[in-house]
């Protein structure tokens, strides 16, 4: 039988790898930051090599770094900053574990720079994470806006199950003793080889709201050339679905690798959207342009 456990009050670590997230950076930093330990920005100094199309094309640096250092020095004792170059999304999360177990932290939280949540919904996963001592990751599920706050994919519409906290152990043991070295590392740029089965959280319970595709024209350019998936991308997926998108609002199948995986943006209320929305600047936009 598995002796592997965590302390009863979890050290969480939320940590961010970006470059080039000013949209929303702010806000989900500020969403976060009174349920976990730590926050870690990982600053890219550029954008990914590996799945660059076109490596010619340029994406100079936009506020993302300027926003992280005011947060951290808002934060000094919260916040801290690692920056530099990486060629892959997978190098780039690895990156700050020795840092982690450094400091004791018993759960590495996984946000993205375009993720949000809200405040309830973090105190349930808390409270599950204390529950699930034995638990190595968690499923969270997300809310997926498409060029507007005002559109989105559902949680339970969509096939996605995000692996977004794992539990940071050295060590396998067997009746609470540690028994061999176990060397942590992202197996998949969503996949920390957390050991412990993997446990999912109900949307209904606990999940966030994910922005990647609700962003200006030229920042979806910027996603489609440099994102981990840039060369699945469907030919003139850019061009026939989200350019003509708002001209035809019922369009189904909408993913731009797997169509399916998204099947129609929905119109809904805006009243669950996490507090620190409802000032962004695009909060009252009809369409993101």
């Avoid at 950076?25 to 199309?53: I, K, M, N």
């Avoid at 400091?103 to 919904?121: A, I, Q």
């Amino acid at each position: 039988r598995s002796g592997m456990s965590v302390p009863k009050t979890a050290r969480i670590a939320a940590v961010y790898c970006v470059y080039n997230e000013e949209e929303y950076l702010e806000c989900s930093v500020r969403s976060v930051l009174g349920a976990v330990e730590r926050v870690f920005l990982c600053l890219g100094s550029g954008p990914y090599t590996a799945y660059r199309q076109d490596p010619a094309l340029d994406f100079p640096p936009d506020r993302t770094e300027e926003i992280a250092y005011r947060l951290a020095r808002d934060f000094p004792e919260k916040i801290e900053i690692l920056k530099r170059k990486w060629d892959s999304q997978l190098e780039h999360r690895d990156a700050v574990l020795p840092r982690l177990l450094e400091l004791g932290m018993t759960h590495y939280f996984l946000v993205d720079g375009d993720e949000v949540y809200r405040r309830d919904h973090l105190e349930r996963i808390r409270e599950r994470i204390a529950r699930k001592p034995r638990a190595g990751t968690f499923i969270v599920k997300c809310h997926t806006f498409w060029r507007s706050f005002r559109y989105r994919i559902p949680a339970q519409e969509l096939s996605w199950r995000p692996r977004r906290i794992f539990k940071l152990t050295t060590h396998g043991r067997l009746f609470k003793l540690p028994i061999w070295p176990h060397r942590l590392r992202f197996k998949g740029i969503n996949d920390l080889n957390s050991l412990g089965p993997v446990e999912e959280i109900a949307p209904e319970e606990a999940g966030f709201y994910h922005f990647s595709y609700a962003r200006s024209p030229q920042r979806m350019r910027e996603k489609l050339a440099t994102f981990p998936h840039a060369r699945e991308i469907l030919n003139g997926w850019y061009e026939q679905v989200w350019l003509s998108w708002p001209e035809n609002r019922q369009m189904k199948d909408i993913h731009p690798t797997d169509p399916p995986k998204f099947p129609q943006a929905i119109l809904q209320s805006t009243d669950d959207l996490p507090e620190a929305m409802r000032a962004h600047p695009y909060y009252g936009l009809d369409i993101i342009s």
